[in-house]
């Protein structure tokens, strides 16, 4: 069974900078494509990034694209969000999820991630 754990949220001012780390365990991780998604609160889980499994391939959501960087480690089974430039509606749960399909369809989709973290708070003060 695949644990992610999330780690690294927390309550900054706008414009400041923060990094989320996800670890990985019971799988292997190397073979999955990893993505972050966000929940707003009272809106519904969004997607935020994607990266490939070997790490070569990176997709954004166009309200993050150029703040934020989406990374992983394989060698120890993590996977990491730089987020700079910090924004009151960055203000979400932030989720890691893992993705071992061969292909997929619509990387964007919480459907085609069968792995899921328990979510880590992220608020940004104005």
């Known amino acids: 069974q695949v644990q992610l754990v999330e780690s690294g949220g927390g309550l900054v001012q706008a414009g400041a900078s923060l990094r989320l780390s996800c670890s990985a365990s019971?799988?292997?991780?190397?073979?999955?494509?990893m993505g972050w998604f966000r929940q707003p609160p009272g809106k519904e889980r969004e997607f935020v990034a994607r990266?490939?499994?070997?790490?070569?391939?990176?997709y954004y959501a166009h309200s993050v694209k150029g703040r934020f960087t989406i990374s992983r480690d394989n060698a120890k089974n993590m996977l990491y969000l730089q987020m700079n430039s910090l924004k009151p509606e960055d203000t979400a749960v932030y989720y890691c999820?893992?993705?071992?399909?061969?292909?997929?369809?619509?990387?964007?989709?919480?459907?085609?991630?069968?792995?899921w973290g328990q979510g880590t708070q992220v608020t940004v003060s104005s």
């Open positions: 999820a893992a993705d071992f399909k061969y292909w997929t369809s619509d990387y964007s989709s919480t459907y085609e991630y069968a792995y």
């Open positions: 990266i490939s499994s070997n790490g070569a391939n990176t």
């Open positions: 019971g799988g292997t991780f190397s073979s999955a494509a």
